[in-house]
């Protein structure tokens, strides 16, 4: 497998610094054992007899699913969806170092995850005509440009940007308008949940998309509709002056007289 690049940066991350050693240890032999499209078959045995051998295997795993680090895509493989674009910044069919990662996601069913807005090298999907043989550039990769940049910049946890396109892409069509996207993240940004640990277990937007999480319900009690005054309906109801279905002495004294 030879060398990868390392995230020298992690010992600034909240997330990694909250984990355990072991889950620390368990993620490196993940980066280091996957293969080039970040895919490992994985065996919790065999990771115990690399690693320490008191590992609590399930647990810290489970604590990387949470982080949207690692995900399973049967009951044997592991993928670790930031691999390649970390490893290898975007995918070219012109690099040839690039050519058998192209090989292994298309082997493990990863093409709509991993090449959305690429060309697809390997030939299939041939048609008559002018051209070179490969499927064609995904153009719609994020057609609602604007509206995604509106989540991303809405979104309190900005990282992986172009995983987080693809989801967009992949979610259209189950995703409700924008304005409940925004709404959603803007309630959920003030859940307990999101401001526990400064925000250490906000998800990815990659994974919060996947998951559909602009249904979930925020802890705590809804906000209280505004009143508004029963007199000109343009003004909220004062709570300093005897909260009485009126914004103020001007409305006031048009029903009471005072």
């Given at each position: 497998?030879g060398?990868?690049?390392t995230?020298?940066?992690?010992?600034?991350?909240?997330?990694?610094?909250s984990?355990?050693?072991?889950?620390?240890?368990?993620?490196?032999?993940?980066c280091?054992?996957c293969?080039?499209?970040?895919?490992?078959?994985f065996?919790a045995?065999?990771?115990?007899?690399?690693?320490?051998?008191?590992?609590?295997?399930?647990?810290?795993?489970?604590?990387l699913?949470?982080?949207?680090?690692?995900?399973?895509?049967?009951?044997?493989?592991?993928?670790?969806?930031?691999?390649?674009?970390?490893?290898?910044g975007?995918?070219?069919?012109?690099?040839?170092?690039?050519?058998?990662?192209f090989?292994?996601?298309?082997?493990h069913?990863?093409?709509?995850?991993?090449?959305?807005?690429?060309?697809?090298?390997t030939?299939?999907?041939?048609?008559?005509?002018?051209?070179?043989?490969?499927?064609?550039?995904?153009?719609?990769?994020?057609?609602?440009?604007?509206?995604?940049?509106?989540?991303?910049?809405?979104?309190?946890?900005?990282?992986?940007?172009?995983e987080?396109?693809?989801?967009?892409?992949?979610?259209?069509?189950k995703?409700?308008?924008?304005?409940?996207?925004?709404?959603?993240?803007?309630?959920q940004?003030?859940?307990?949940q999101?401001?526990?640990?400064?925000?250490?277990?906000?998800?990815?937007?990659?994974?919060?998309?996947?998951?559909?999480?602009?249904?979930?319900?925020?802890?705590?009690?809804?906000?209280?509709?505004?009143?508004?005054?029963?007199?000109?309906?343009?003004?909220?109801?004062?709570?300093?002056?005897?909260?009485?279905?009126?914004?103020?002495?001007?409305?006031?004294?048009?029903?009471?007289?005072?």
């Amino acid at each position: 497998m030879g060398k990868r690049f390392t995230a020298t940066e992690k010992w600034d991350d909240p997330a990694y610094l909250s984990l355990s050693a072991e889950t620390k240890i368990l993620w490196q032999y993940l980066c280091d054992k996957c293969d080039q499209s970040g895919v490992i078959k994985f065996a919790a045995g065999i990771a115990i007899f690399f690693l320490s051998g008191k590992e609590d295997i399930p647990t810290n795993l489970k604590k990387l699913e949470m982080l949207g680090w690692v995900e399973w895509l049967d009951a044997t493989r592991l993928w670790l969806p930031k691999f390649i674009s970390f490893q290898n910044g975007k995918l070219t069919e012109k690099c040839p170092a690039h050519r058998p990662i192209f090989s292994l996601v298309e082997k493990h069913g990863l093409i709509d995850r991993v090449l959305i807005g690429y060309q697809y090298p390997t030939g299939k999907g041939k048609s008559k005509g002018k051209g070179n043989g490969n499927t064609r550039a995904r153009e719609d990769s994020v057609s609602e440009d604007s509206d995604f940049e509106q989540f991303w910049k809405a979104y309190p946890k900005q990282v992986g940007y172009e995983e987080a396109k693809v989801a967009w892409n992949e979610t259209s069509e189950k995703r409700p308008p924008i304005q409940v996207i925004l709404d959603a993240v803007k309630a959920q940004r003030k859940s307990k949940q999101w401001l526990e640990n400064g925000g250490q277990f906000v998800p990815d937007p990659a994974t919060w998309l996947r998951a559909g999480r602009w249904s979930d319900v925020v802890d705590g009690a809804k906000e209280k509709p505004v009143q508004m005054c029963g007199v000109c309906n343009k003004q909220p109801v004062s709570i300093v002056i005897g909260n009485d279905g009126f914004c103020g002495p001007v409305c006031r004294k048009k029903v009471k007289g005072w």
